[in-house]
């Protein structure tokens, strides 16, 4: 049974809205009619209702301070409005401040039930969620931190869970972070280096990032991981509190750690987003504001920090999704069937342009995925052409992990793969362009073939054997050369002592450093830059 409160200045709405709907038969009990929000209030103190019905004007105290005051209370009753449609802009307000719905005047039966069934639907899925919430909290003994990450896993991804029973469980579960002082951070795994194939070694990552993240705050705040594994824009989420009232737990620094120890340690590239600061019953949705902070990595670059604070959404966000430009999907597939480079060329600076426009309209998060969605049909309506070839598994649309400006040589890359006759050697060449490229870019990182390989969508084996080919040298020397060219170039031009110089062209290990080097210059580095070559 389900209870319900009336709130109306009008005694022949409050008579009309008991006698006339069957409550009982919904399951409800009306616990009584009041006529405005000061006497709605005094009701509430002995009998908190789980649905309250009520009007927008009314004397001393109108709905809508009612409805703030609710929320400010954290009340759990479901609300709805009556209104007249010269009042439709309040109505709309009301359901910023947590209405369910509104009713216009005059009320029509089906209207409201309609509506009374949607709150008690909510009612439901609440209630569940607390008995589950009930049952992990009594599971404590047999497994705490289990019980914790379904919790919390829970409060997270679940708008519905921030509620009253909140606070219940997480003293339960003896949580050591304060609920009122809380900010949630995301960790998205952009780049899995020698692991993108074995969801296995994920798995054992994302706890191992975790690790990691304990470490590098345990000075300024207190934090517990939540690994997600099933989740598309976040693989770990943490939780932290801190040791004091200053606000150093945000700083950039103490996250780029963080990053540089999974590139070093882990080898992989991870990108990380922050919410504002929060409470435990704003949970999901500064988990949300976390997500969207990381997103901007495709406009700004990946294995970066980003902030919810200063990134403000406009207002027409949420209602903006990408759409290609005109016809542009139908000209890109022709394209790449007749392999015309010159239209294929003008077509991806034509949607770069396109994206570029829409920066200021869409969220970072809804672009990439529209342009993925975009790319997942082009590549749908292009295996069909591609099907009966013996390669054809290789050919693929998926898109990586890339910043919006590296938009154009991501697409030729893939679509050096689909055109006709892509074994070519003006082809191949490309190809090469392309590796010596990104290798130009990132070969300070853990840069191996398998990585580089997969950046321009090639088999291993393959590549390696065209790298060969048109560079005269395996992978392995080019890029000990490339190294040691970048290392000469410090050696000269900087003060920096040579195991700096090491890791800034990607040798942690320096005594590995040096052997390289003399066996490339016949000498060593310090030798080198003494003589002053």
Not at 56 to 77: H, Q, V, W, Y
Not at 394 to 418: C, H, Q, T
Request: hydrophobic residues 40%.
């Amino acid at each position: 049974m389900y209870s319900l409160l009336i709130v109306d200045d009008e005694r022949w709405v409050r008579q009309g809205l008991v006698s006339t709907i069957d409550w009982q038969a919904e399951g409800i009990e009306v616990l009584g009619d009041v006529e405005d929000g000061e006497e709605a209030l005094k009701f509430i103190q002995s009998h908190i209702p789980d649905i309250i019905i009520t009007d927008i004007k009314m004397p001393r105290m109108d709905g809508l301070t009612f409805i703030e005051t609710l929320k400010n209370a954290n009340l759990s009753s479901k609300i709805i409005i009556i209104s007249g449609y010269s009042e439709f802009s309040y109505a709309q307000k009301a359901m910023r401040f947590g209405a369910v719905d509104y009713v216009l005047k005059p009320i029509e039966e089906t209207l409201m039930l309609d509506v009374v069934r949607k709150c008690i639907e909510q009612i439901k899925r609440e209630r569940e969620d607390h008995h589950e919430f009930v049952q992990m909290s009594e599971s404590i003994r047999e497994s705490l931190p289990l019980a914790r990450q379904r919790y919390l896993e829970t409060l997270l991804t679940n708008e519905s869970a921030s509620n009253q029973y909140s606070r219940t469980v997480w003293d339960r579960l003896n949580i050591p972070l304060d609920p009122h002082h809380l900010k949630v951070i995301i960790v998205k795994v952009y780049d899995w280096g020698l692991h993108e194939q074995n969801p296995k070694e994920h798995y054992l990552l994302r706890h191992a990032i975790g690790n990691f993240a304990k470490e590098t705050v345990k000075m300024i705040g207190k934090m517990i991981t939540c690994p997600l594994h099933d989740h598309e824009d976040a693989d770990l989420a943490l939780l932290i509190s801190p040791l004091n009232e200053a606000d150093h737990w945000s700083e950039q620094g103490t996250w780029e750690t963080l990053i540089t120890a999974c590139w070093r340690h882990l080898g992989i590239g991870i990108n990380i987003g922050m919410s504002h600061k929060s409470e435990i019953t704003k949970l999901h949705a500064s988990f949300q504001d976390a997500i969207q902070a990381s997103a901007y990595a495709f406009y700004d670059g990946y294995g970066k920090v980003y902030a919810a604070e200063g990134k403000e959404k406009p207002p027409s966000w949420p209602l903006q999704t990408y759409s290609q430009p005109n016809g542009w999907m139908t000209r890109f597939i022709h394209a790449v069937k007749l392999g015309d480079d010159g239209a294929l060329q003008a077509l991806i600076d034509e949607l770069f342009t396109h994206l570029q426009l829409h920066r200021e309209k869409c969220s970072p998060l809804l672009l990439r995925k529209g342009l993925t969605s975009l790319f997942s049909e082009i590549e749908k309506k292009l295996w069909t052409s591609y099907s009966s070839e013996p390669n054809a598994n290789l050919k693929s649309f998926i898109l990586p992990y890339f910043a919006l400006p590296e938009l154009k040589d991501v697409l030729r890359a893939i679509v050096l793969k689909f055109q006709i006759g892509d074994s070519t050697s003006g082809n191949r060449k490309r190809f090469i362009e392309l590796a010596v490229k990104y290798m130009e870019e990132h070969y300070t990182e853990q840069l191996t073939m398998n990585r580089v390989a997969e950046h321009l969508f090639l088999n291993p084996s393959y590549f390696s054997k065209l790298f060969h080919e048109k560079m005269g040298e395996t992978f392995s020397k080019y890029i000990i050369r490339l190294r040691v060219n970048k290392a000469k170039e410090l050696l000269k031009d900087s003060t920096l002592k040579i195991y700096e110089v090491a890791e800034q062209v990607g040798y942690q290990d320096f005594r590995h450093f040096v052997k390289l080097f003399k066996e490339q210059e016949g000498m060593t580095p310090a030798q080198y830059r003494d003589r002053g070559v």
